[in-house]
């Protein structure tokens, strides 16, 4: 039960201090790994919120906001110890803190809507590192003559999962798959209009 002057506070809306008398009587829900997980998942999607997403453009496609002092803050409404701001205030997107905790959200559910389409329909995916794409959109500019931007070269890599991987090796030998005589196709999604500048500074690094 509440108290009674607890609830005359509440109800003539006068500001009011309540600390709880007891203890806390569950355990702390939060689990760190989540944590972790979801920072996983802003990283990985990074670079392609910087490409949609203008107001991400320079960043990596990172969400965040500034730690400020904030003494001076302290000083004004007379407070005591230290004091920090977290400026959510000042991410991009929403100008609050639903730009990063909004956007992660539509992250997982695309990430689990992927998953449970493509359960049945998917032997299995592979990463690539930046400096792979770079070298791999080299080869293809000066064998083959295509401008691929680095996202579509992804697929280069495939092969050589399968043939140099022991997990690559035996998917193919669980599915009874013969790479000698296999063809592999390799998906350029983009990249033909890329200006020389930019191209060249990918081919850079």
Not at 121 to 130: A, K
Not at 148 to 171: D, H, K, V, Y
Not at 186 to 193: A, E, I, N, P, Y
Request: hydrophobic letters at 45%.
């Amino acid at each position: 039960m509440l108290a009674p002057e607890l609830i005359a506070n509440l109800q003539s809306l006068s500001p009011m201090l309540w600390l709880n008398p007891g203890e806390r009587s569950l355990d702390d829900p939060f689990q760190p790994s989540l944590l972790d997980q979801a920072e996983q998942r802003l990283q990985r999607f990074g670079p392609l919120l910087a490409l949609i997403l203008p107001e991400l453009a320079g960043t990596d496609g990172v969400i965040e906001s500034p730690l400020l002092d904030a003494t001076a803050l302290r000083d004004a409404l007379g407070g005591q110890s230290r004091w920090l701001l977290k400026a959510d205030n000042r991410l991009p997107l929403t100008g609050s803190v639903k730009a990063r905790g909004g956007v992660h959200e539509v992250l997982v559910f695309a990430e689990t809507l992927a998953a449970v389409c493509m359960q049945d329909r998917l032997s299995g995916i592979f990463t690539v590192g930046d400096g792979a794409l770079r070298y791999y959109i080299g080869v293809a500019s000066e064998k083959l003559g295509e401008r691929i931007e680095p996202s579509a070269a992804a697929s280069f890599a495939g092969p050589r999962w399968l043939t140099g991987s022991p997990a690559g090796a035996q998917w193919c030998r669980r599915n009874d798959v013969d790479l000698a005589g296999a063809t592999h196709l390799l998906w350029s999604t983009g990249g033909g209009l890329v200006p020389d500048a930019e191209f060249n500074r990918w081919l850079d690094g």
